[in-house]
């Protein structure tokens, strides 16, 4: 079922977190998606424990449920230093995720170049037991500090099927692994024709995991794809979202990538599901 319908913080360019909150929710807005350096320039003052709360109690204060506090940062590169770094900042959201009120922390997969672009060995064993060997210590992570950590699957990375995203699930067998399912994410021009198949496996192997649905749209021109707004491309929504809201648990439908001046329309557009 259809919980909360949200946005990407960032989507609105950079805003302090009242100004923010106030915006989203003009344009209809009861959820958000944030990553602190794209929204507020920088994360590490939000990282402390004081700072922390006082995000959170304005949140609560304001209505704004934190459905996503994203961590994106790459933890399969080969790069030791880089991929180290990044784990630490990943154990610091977790750490704060209650203080902020966060309902997940998430990211992707990425790739084995710190760069993040394709890696000859990202669909080997070699790039998929690097994730392995870092999602375990998130999960561990996560697991300790009692808060939900979500997988986005990506077509261009390490994990780039429903069926890499259901073997790592089992690798990792962890209370605390969930799901954010951004269909477009999995969609290429050479796939996007069977995206009722890529839809059915994400719901039936992970009807239990997943907590958001990142929402965009996409169209296909001169062979590539191009991200466009919600309601505008070819994603077939009404098939989608019948399959979301047969979903037991509330998952929270966050407008993602949209321009600025399209995100009222694209709130319009969305919530009109909640009362189909």
Known sequence: MINKIGVRGHDYGALMPKALCETLKKDGYKALHLAFKKSFGEMETYLVEDQAKTLGTLLKKEAVKLSVLGCYLNYSQFDEEKRQANLQKCFRH?????????????????????DNKRHPEDLTEIGYSR?????????AKAEKEAVDFAVEPV???????????????????????????DPVNLITPDNYQDQRTIIDEMLTLFKDEIVVLHAKDFVIEKGCKKIVAPGEGLLDYDYLMKGIKGLKQGVDVIAEGNPRETLNETYSFLSAYEAI
């Open 131 to 139: 994730v392995v060997e870092s999602y375990q210590q998130i999960m």
């Open 94 to 114: 977790l750490e704060r995720a209650h203080d902020f009120g966060a309902a997940c922390i998430a990211s992707e997969t990425f790739t084995l170049n710190s």
């Open 155 to 181: 077509a261009l990375h390490i994990i780039n099927t429903p069926q890499r995203l259901q073997r790592l699930k089992e690798d990792l067998n962890s209370p605390r692994f969930k799901v954010i399912f």
